[in-house]
């Protein structure tokens, strides 16, 4: 993972994301670019006749701020180890991260704070959103999480489907010289069966564990998350998935819950 794309803004966890991202880029020798973006359509508003409105003023304030913002960053990474650069986008945040992603082997984003804390922050679905957006796998942070750790076990939610599989093979930087643990709950095994999974990652010298949990009264996203903690996991894989082309549902309930409740960083893949 050598190039590594950071979303950069003025939100209390940008300075975590930086700080994993920058562990990420020592331990693969990589560089690390941090993308500020501004939502051009919040400051056009439209009336009830059809007539269009443009917050010039309120845009030059943004415009400013980012600059501001580019300033910041700028001054804060230029002791540090490892190259980097700072981009500039216009249009919406998933949007303008998709694009940067393109060439880029991971994204790291945060998760969403708790809800009372949440003013000023990315979209609560930004890493749900980007993962079935962009072609790079997205790493996503909990608020308080300020640097990677790469020794401490990883647990793939493994349920057989191609985009599960997906998110192992995107994984595969993450997870050697770390115990791996494969969790899948209660019976359902999907189509791929977990035996591939183990010996795909056999073939990466990665000897991971299989483990088949019941619910035991718990949804499926309660139990993952509850297994993440007892292994004391830091990451959990996980494919992102729909159930239907809406936006709204476009999430599974296990993918949802982490995205907007979990504790542990969740690397997605589509």
């Not at 940008?14 to 700080?19: F, N, P, S, T």
């Not at 057989?160 to 899948?184: D, E, F, M, N």
């Not at 494919?239 to 949802?256: D, P, Y």
């Amino acid at each position: 993972m050598r190039s590594i794309l950071v979303h950069a803004d003025n939100d209390s966890a940008c300075e975590d994301r930086l700080q994993v991202a920058l562990d990420l880029a020592r331990r693969f020798q990589g560089h690390a670019t941090l993308l500020i973006a501004t939502p051009l359509q919040q400051f056009v508003s439209f009336d009830p006749f059809g007539g269009t409105y443009f917050a010039a003023e309120a845009l030059a304030a943004a415009q400013a701020d980012d600059i501001a913002l580019e300033s910041r960053l700028a001054d804060r990474l230029a002791g540090e180890d490892v190259p980097w650069d700072i981009a500039m986008a216009d249009g919406d945040i998933v949007g303008a991260l998709a694009g940067a992603a393109t060439f880029a082997d991971l994204t790291v984003v945060s998760l969403p704070p708790a809800k009372e804390d949440r003013r000023g922050s990315p979209p609560p679905m930004l890493a749900g959103d980007l993962a079935v957006t962009a072609t790079t796998p997205v790493l996503a942070l909990p608020h308080g999480v300020k640097a990677f750790d790469a020794d401490t076990p990883a647990m793939v939610a493994w349920n057989g489907s191609a985009q599960a599989a997906h998110a192992l093979r995107a994984a595969i930087p993450l997870l050697g010289g770390r115990p791996v643990v494969l969790v899948t709950v209660g019976d359902e095994e999907g189509d791929v069966p977990a035996t591939d999974a183990l010996r795909y990652l056999s073939r990466h010298d990665i000897h991971a564990e299989l483990k088949t949990v019941a619910r035991d009264g718990d949804t499926v996203e309660e139990r993952l998350e509850k297994e993440a903690l007892a292994l004391g996991a830091g990451l959990i894989v996980m494919g992102a998935f729909g159930r239907s082309r809406l936006r709204e549902t476009i999430f599974g309930g296990v993918t949802r819950y982490l995205l907007t409740s979990g504790r542990v960083p969740l690397l997605l893949a589509h």
